[in-house]
């Protein structure tokens, strides 16, 4: 499966402890992320990520073209919903695409670790007929 990861600033270190906690799971799998978030993970992990550009960069948006085509199996957004910044990525453009492509997305860590767990018990399987 292939995972996006994207965290808002404030959210980061939440989502190096999501990933410390399901390495396990998150090694089996293909993993995407904007690029500091990506960066920050793969230290606290040394798990392998594909790394685009800061999502104020551009990094958003090359995630949402990989799930425009179908490339991207699960998104993991963890968002501040109080305190975000204008040069944090947008969460509706996320949000928009995955509901238009059948995307599962969690945005807080609740709804990720409830995905996490599906994966690992081949509950997101449906998503290789998907393709």
Known sequence: ????????????????????????????NDLFATGTTGRLI???????????????????QQIGAQIEQNEIDLVIFLR???TQKSHEPDIGYIVRLCDMHNIPLATNLATAELLIKSLDRGDMEWREMYK
């Open 1 to 28: 499966m292939n995972i996006g990861l994207i965290a808002h600033d404030s959210k980061k270190k939440l989502m190096q402890n999501f990933c410390i906690a399901y390495k396990g799971i998150l090694s089996k």
């Open 80 to 82: 501040d919903p109080l």
């Open 42 to 60: 793969e230290e606290v992990t040394n798990l392998t990520i594909h790394k685009f550009l800061a999502g104020h960069l551009g990094g958003e």
